[in-house]
């Protein structure tokens, strides 16, 4: 068990999420509600702001519609291809490409 560095407390490990939506864990005393997040866990988020940050990508103007590029590393991952047909899914948070 964790102990806070403050007061000594039990910390308690928790999981918590970024207004980016990015989910990460930390701890929280249960004493003095100090929030602490170890190297594992801020490795962790940092990681995953990275990956988040890989995958941005600008949408372009195409007629009244608007083109999306894709990633290299997406399309070797997926194994997209030019002109293959996709599934757009429209969600609640954004939306969800599938490949054919
Ligand atoms: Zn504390």
Redesign the pocket.
């Known amino acids: 068990m964790r102990k806070?560095?403050?007061?000594?407390?039990k910390?308690k490990e928790l999981t918590g999420k970024t207004s980016e939506g990015v989910n990460y864990d930390y701890f929280r005393?249960?004493?003095?509600?100090?929030e602490i997040l170890n190297m594992a866990q801020l490795h962790n988020v940092a990681g995953k702001y990275r990956a988040m940050k890989k995958f941005h990508a600008k949408l372009t103007k195409w007629g009244l519609s608007l083109g999306l590029r894709i990633p290299k590393e997406l399309v070797d991952k997926y194994k997209l291809t030019a002109e293959e047909e996709v599934t757009i899914l429209p969600e609640k948070g954004g939306i969800k490409i599938i490949p054919a």
């Open positions: 806070c560095s403050k007061c000594k407390g910390m005393c249960n004493k003095c509600n100090d």
